[in-house]
């Protein structure tokens, strides 16, 4: 049973991390350059129906594999350890992520115009770094 949940975990981070890092360096830089916030929203239109399930998915496999690392989860908190340490910023990072991307899918993409796009253009950046930094200590849980 973990192993399945491990994979079905990497494959929600593989759509979540890719889709994100495709935005980033594939998506925004030709909407920056054409001053075209159209060319980001068709992308997130099409992206969306897989990526928030992948990130969905990556919450419900996270917190069971998490439980599994470090029962009731919470306790990570306590930085006791390494594996402590790695789960609660995990966490951390998550939380960050639901609070970035909640305020760029309601307050940033429902107004995106081309003025906006900077703004855009950083949350993306935030998102994706942030995607990045859980894949790495996604990593850790496995190298230490």
């Keep these: 049973m973990a192993f399945t949940v491990l994979i079905l975990h990497l494959l929600g ?11 980033l360096f594939g998506v925004l830089p030709g909407a920056i ?3 075209d916030p159209s060319i980001i929203l068709t992308f997130e239109k099409r992206y969306e129906r897989v990526g928030i399930p ?10 069971w594999l998490a439980n599994r690392y470090v029962p009731g989860v919470l306790a990570a908190f306590d930085f006791s350890d390494r594996l402590h340490t790695i789960v ?6 998550l939380g960050a ?4 991307g909640a305020h760029a899918r309601l307050r940033i993409i429902p107004q995106l115009s081309p ?4 703004f855009m253009a950083v949350h993306v950046m935030l998102i ?14 496995r190298a230490f």
Excluded: D, N, Y
């Excluded at 992948?54 to 917190?63: E, K, P």
């Excluded at 609660?88 to 990072?93: G, N, P, S, Y």
């Excluded at 994706?128 to 849980?141: C, D, N, P, Q, W």
């Design 13 to 23: 981070a593989s759509v979540w991390v890719g889709g994100h890092l495709i935005l």
């Design 54 to 63: 992948a990130l969905l998915l990556q919450v419900v496999t996270g917190l």
């Design 88 to 93: 609660a910023w995990k966490l951390i990072l």
């Design 115 to 118: 003025e906006r796009l900077p």
């Design 33 to 35: 350059k054409a001053h």
């Design 97 to 100: 992520t639901v609070i970035i």
């Design 128 to 141: 994706t770094t942030l995607a990045v930094a859980m894949l790495v200590f996604g990593a850790a849980v």
